[in-house]
């Protein structure tokens, strides 16, 4: 047996260990369904949870329009090059060098489009990147390989590792939810601003979530910020991944969170968020070894 199936296998267990109560104690989540889940074979959005993901999934058919209409543009423009001035249909060549009024239109029509995509991107990003009051603050921290999580002002911390196939249906989930299910989820308010510092123990870590329209590098040494509120009546089951290469466990670090209402948050905070945290608890030193073989 290979040292890193060594290490997953005692990584297994491990995290077995750590979640024996947090099968009971994330109740939470039972009853919520899955909303934003990577489809097989999938090539569109997932369902927009936030307002955030509905701006970038309206921006990118906005830039889908525009980009379509270039290219018809342009393939025509070439057929009509190739067909009016081959050789047999134009046998007499121009001998002109320049045209001033087809260059300024190919400098000037290009920066008019430039300006409306920047018109219509800016206030997308800026909305992203200005970070409101939280209502609830989230830190996310990125380790080799899984995802450690605080709510400071709650003092609350715990894990979450990746389940195995073996323990997906004990955890309420099936078969098609393995490599994204993790034993333990971050619990958000729908209706409430939610702030996410994210930063890395070790390596650059990614935390993304592509129902919510999010995604931050987490550095090591540095602390950066996402913002997202969920839209009230969207209360479900989203997941996410680490999506920066973080080594050979990269794909093995999986986000799951749980969207409740403000009265089962409320709830859950009070009562079984205390049960399974787990202040001061990391994983063993030794999976860190997984990139050495």
């Not at 009971?24 to 369902?47: C, D, K, M, R, W």
């Not at 050789?87 to 300006?115: D, M, Q, Y």
């Not at 995604?215 to 090591?220: I, S």
Request: charged share 15%.
């Amino acid at each position: 047996m290979s040292l890193r199936m060594k290490i997953r296998g005692l990584w297994a267990g491990f995290g077995a260990t750590l979640a024996a109560t947090a099968v009971s104690a994330q109740s939470v989540g039972e009853g919520l369904e899955i909303l934003g889940a990577p489809v097989p074979g999938g090539v569109n959005f997932q369902p927009p949870a936030t307002g955030i993901a509905r701006q970038l999934q309206d921006l990118d058919t906005f830039l889908l329009v525009i980009i379509s209409l270039i290219v018809l543009f342009v393939v025509a423009l070439l057929a009509w090059v190739i067909l009016r001035h081959n050789e047999r249909a134009n046998p007499t060549p121009a001998s002109f060098t320049h045209n001033t009024k087809i260059e300024i239109t190919w400098t000037v029509v290009p920066l008019i489009i430039l300006f409306v995509i920047g018109g219509f991107s800016l206030p997308v990003l800026f909305n992203q990147q200005t970070i409101p009051q939280a209502d609830v603050l989230i830190k996310a921290t990125g380790y080799q390989w899984y995802w450690g999580y605080e709510y400071p002002e709650e003092e609350l911390a715990f894990e979450s590792f990746m389940l195995n196939r073996d323990e997906l249906e004990e955890y309420g989930y099936s078969q098609d939810e393995y490599l994204l299910a993790t034993d333990t989820a971050i619990v958000v308010p729908t209706g409430q601003t939610v702030v996410v510092q994210v930063t890395a123990a070790d390596v650059i870590h990614s935390w993304a979530m592509p129902a919510f329209g999010v995604k931050q590098d987490g550095v090591p040494g540095r602390l950066a910020e996402l913002w997202f509120e969920v839209d009230p009546g969207m209360e479900g089951i989203y997941f996410g991944q680490c999506s920066e290469l973080c080594g050979v466990n990269h794909a093995y670090m999986p986000i799951t969170v749980f969207a409740v209402t403000p009265e089962e948050y409320e709830a859950w905070l009070t009562g079984e968020a205390q049960e399974f945290a787990s202040v001061g608890i990391r994983a063993p030193a030794y999976i860190e070894l997984a990139a050495v073989e």
